[in-house]
């Protein structure tokens, strides 16, 4: 996207579902982001947001980010050195051996530019590649086989990213995450838990070895855990850039370990060398006089845009935060946006993804009328160009992370990062954990009438995500606020949920992502039921909204809203990270 504005042609080139090659800036007032429920009213032009801040997960990444940027570099820099140190103190959410979507804004010129890390299969995956004795495999044995890992494609990303929108030299971004590794961290709280849970990831011979003491006991809060491996990783990267993870012994040894076992992996070294970053246009829309950004399939970002238009067009959900027939109407829409993004996303190389007739307004009005009269889950409906799909079966488990980053210029990057499930894979190399993102596929590939899924397997596809790191821009396509989420399929709720709480409530951004968190799919509502005071529930129950608890990943909402000259920061009170202007 080359640049984006706003104005009456341009709402409605992206009311009908287009990504805007190029636009211009209009002259006129841009509105405010303000922090008063409700208002969003137009005042004089107000400065150019400018940073430094960062939010992400984890204080020690924070501050490696603020560092980059004191040096003076850019927020694609700083991003690499918070995803470098994300890898190592929170290894259950991102890392090395991940995937990525990243949201780049140039303040200059208001370019957006998203890059695609998603993983992709090996050349040798077939349709049934979760399949065994002729039935697919449970969850648990998929994601442990050496099966369910693709080619990472973070950090080939992110040096594509850093080429093209870096200010400091590539080796200088990793000295904080090297330091940190050999010299060791303090185990935060929340890995101690995930060490010590349940997740069988966390139980492999790998993490096993890796998450032990020498007396024998498992790592606890306050211990002070050391990675070498690690360290030597990110030295090596620093010094070969993505090709040290594409080739060479780091690549061998993730060859070696996806190989081995009962149910060996066929990822291969070239493979690893074969994979590419891409390049992709956003997706854009209007929510009230702000426009909205996102990553295109894979991503399902565009589904966000979905819910967003049909709120537009269901007025109970501007009646605010303590009103049952708000949340009511909140949960009913998220059922209709997630029947239509079962039914259609996938890998755009492979299966067409019908994204202009889900945001056509015609389409956005006929599935916006349903939701009074839903009882039980929502069926798919038909847009313009949508292809013949099958049923899909695909699950989404915990395990990813947010980060954004504004720079000195006004640049910034919004940028959702995973290893799938909780510790990937739970295999690992080089100190660090492999991915086990190819379950985000389906595992069954056909219907029963023969059709396909839109997200069956398929060699060097690319899964289905729910990542949708956003972008937020003015009336005259400045930049005024960035966000993004975990939480598997949950993240289009989360983000849904933290958009319409900012834009159409007015609330501060620590408020709205602190909101109790509502995910409707399916036939169910989970939510944070204790979260919601007594009046509310009853009110969302007397209309056919009976709340229970939620049992998907919860939200760890990263962001920021330029409201009065400064960043309105915040960071997900459920998870560890904070956000920082200075």
Not at 207 to 233: H, I, M, S, V
Not at 292 to 314: D, H, I, K, Y
Not at 331 to 347: N, P, T, V, W
Request: aromatic fraction near 6%.
């Amino acid at each position: 996207m080359s640049s984006l504005a706003a104005g009456t042609a341009i709402a409605a080139l992206m009311l009908a579902g287009c990504a805007v090659a190029e636009t211009r800036a209009v002259e006129g007032a841009a509105p405010a982001l303000t922090s008063q429920a409700g208002v969003s009213a137009p005042v004089a032009p107000a400065p150019v947001a400018k940073g430094p801040f960062v939010s992400a997960a984890n204080p020690l990444a924070v501050e490696a980010g603020m560092k980059v940027l004191a040096r003076g570099g850019s927020a694609v820099d700083a991003a690499v050195a918070i995803q470098a140190v994300l890898g190592l103190v929170e290894p259950q959410s991102s890392g090395l051996g991940g995937g990525a979507f990243m949201m780049v804004y140039d303040a200059e010129s208001g370019a957006i530019t998203v890059y695609d890390g998603r993983e992709t299969a090996p050349a040798a995956a077939t349709p049934e590649l979760f399949y065994e004795n002729g039935r697919p495999l449970s969850f648990v044995d998929a994601l442990l086989s050496g099966r369910s890992t693709g080619a990472p494609g973070v950090i080939p990303m992110l040096a594509l990213a850093q080429k093209q929108h870096g200010a400091l030299a590539w080796s200088e971004l990793f000295g904080d995450a090297e330091a940190l590794a050999q010299d060791g961290f303090t185990v935060s709280p929340r890995l101690a838990g995930m060490i010590n849970g349940d997740a069988p990831q966390a139980k492999t011979r790998w993490a096993t070895e890796y998450f032990t003491k020498p007396d024998g006991a498992r790592y606890q809060a306050g211990d002070t855990l050391r990675n070498p491996a690690y360290a030597e990783t990110v030295r090596r990267i620093a010094r070969e850039g993505a090709a040290a993870l594409q080739q060479g012994p780091l690549a061998e040894a993730v060859v070696a370990a996806v190989t081995e076992g009962a149910r060996p992996g066929a990822l291969t070294t070239a493979d690893l060398a074969g994979y590419r970053p891409l390049v992709r246009e956003a997706v854009c829309g209007p929510y009230k006089v702000y426009t909205v950004c996102v990553p295109p399939p894979p991503s399902s970002g565009a589904s966000v845009l979905e819910l967003l238009a049909m709120a537009e067009r269901t007025p109970d959900i501007d009646k605010g935060p303590d009103s049952p027939e708000a949340w009511a109407a909140f949960g009913q829409l998220q059922r209709l946006m997630y029947a239509d993004r079962d039914r259609y996303f996938g890998d755009p190389a492979f299966v067409s993804v019908p994204v202009a007739g889900l945001l056509d307004p015609a389409y956005v009005a006929q599935r916006a009328a349903l939701a009074p009269g839903l009882r039980g889950a929502a069926p798919y409906g038909v847009p313009a160009g949508a292809p013949r799909v099958g049923a899909d079966a695909t699950r989404e488990p915990a395990g990813t992370s947010h980060m954004v980053v504004v720079d000195a210029k006004g640049d910034a990057v919004s940028m959702t990062t995973t290893v799938e499930s909780l510790f990937g894979s739970g295999r690992m190399a080089g100190g660090f954990f492999l991915n086990n993102q190819l379950t985000d596929f389906s595992f069954e590939p056909l219907a029963r009438d023969g059709t396909p899924a839109a997200n069956a397997v398929a060699a060097g596809k690319r899964p289905r995500s729910s990542m949708s790191p956003t972008l937020i821009l003015d009336r005259e396509g400045r930049l005024v606020g960035l966000l993004g989420s975990p939480g598997g399929s949950s993240i289009l709720a989360y983000n849904a949920k933290a958009l319409i709480g900012a834009l159409a409530w007015g609330l501060p951004l620590q408020q709205a992502f602190d909101l109790p968190n509502l995910v409707a799919k399916g036939d169910g509502f989970g939510a944070d039921t204790e979260g919601f005071p007594d009046a509310v529930r009853e009110g969302m129950a007397a209309r056919g909204v009976e709340l229970r608890p939620n049992t998907t990943e919860t939200s760890g909402l990263h962001g920021g809203l330029w409201r009065n000259g400064r960043w309105d920061g915040a960071a997900d009170s459920r998870r560890e990270g904070v956000a920082r202007t200075q």
